[in-house]
């Protein structure tokens, strides 16, 4: 029993490794290379949030690819620009009363990125429910605390978009200054 279970093990480590498959951090990692600069494009009607997706985006660079972020353009490899396009609330149910008892929150996040490679864009979105106390009104912590959670579930999707972008032809560089 013993031998089938480490044969079986085998069969799919072997599986894995000989497909080539790659994590999709590897192939954002090529992308996003070398020193990285993140600029923010603030929201003038969400300028708190705005620079919350700027640190959930050096957070998401340093922890998932392992890059080495600078704080001026000029020494940086690669710039990423994000930008906080928009914020929403839907209400999703009622209370008997009439008054809204849950919320969605929606965010919506432009990537760009260029390199001496490479430049591209892409936008992501957010979702994120939530209940609130009677009454039907958003505090401000509340409200700041859903977006904040849409937003890093927008971000969780760059690396993917990344990795898929990798593989398509590279777009004219922009001049990075």
Same mark, same amino acid.
């Given at each position: 029993?013993?031998?089938?279970?480490?044969? /079986?093990?085998?069969?799919?480590?072997?599986?894995?490794?000989?497909?080539?498959?790659?994590?999709?951090?590897?192939? $954002? &990692?090529? %992308?996003?290379?070398?020193?990285?600069?993140?600029?923010?494009?603030?929201?003038?009607?969400?300028? &708190? =949030?705005?620079?919350?997706?700027?640190?959930?985006? =050096?957070? /998401?660079?340093?922890?998932?690819? !392992?890059?080495?972020?600078? =704080?001026?353009?000029?020494? $940086?490899?690669?710039?990423?620009?994000?930008?906080? =396009?928009?914020?929403?609330?839907?209400?999703?149910?009622? !209370?008997?009363?009439?008054?809204?008892?849950?919320?969605?929150?929606?965010?919506? +996040?432009?990537?760009?990125?260029?390199?001496? %490679?490479?430049?591209?864009?892409?936008?992501?979105?957010?979702?994120?429910?939530?209940? +609130?106390?009677?009454?039907?009104? +958003?505090?401000?912590?509340?409200?700041? %605390? $859903?977006?904040?959670?849409?937003?890093?579930?927008? /971000?969780? %999707?760059?690396?993917?978009?990344?990795? +898929?972008?990798?593989?398509?032809?590279?777009?004219? &560089? /922009?001049?990075?200054?």
């Amino acid at each position: 029993m013993k031998l089938k279970a480490i044969v /079986l093990a085998f069969l799919i480590g072997l599986v894995f490794t000989s497909c080539g498959y790659k994590p999709g951090s590897t192939y $954002a &990692k090529k %992308e996003i290379n070398g020193k990285v600069f993140v600029d923010l494009k603030v929201n003038i009607e969400d300028p &708190k =949030n705005s620079v919350l997706i700027k640190d959930a985006m =050096n957070e /998401l660079l340093v922890h998932k690819l !392992d890059t080495k972020l600078v =704080n001026k353009k000029e020494l $940086a490899d690669t710039i990423v620009i994000v930008t906080l =396009n928009s914020t929403g609330f839907s209400a999703l149910q009622y !209370d008997s009363d009439g008054y809204v008892k849950l919320y969605k929150a929606s965010s919506s +996040i432009s990537v760009n990125y260029q390199n001496d %490679e490479t430049s591209r864009s892409f936008s992501v979105s957010g979702t994120y429910d939530f209940s +609130i106390d009677s009454g039907g009104t +958003i505090s401000d912590a509340k409200r700041f %605390e $859903a977006i904040k959670i849409a937003s890093t579930k927008a /971000l969780d %999707e760059v690396i993917s978009k990344i990795a +898929i972008m990798s593989f398509e032809k590279p777009k004219k &560089k /922009l001049d990075k200054k």
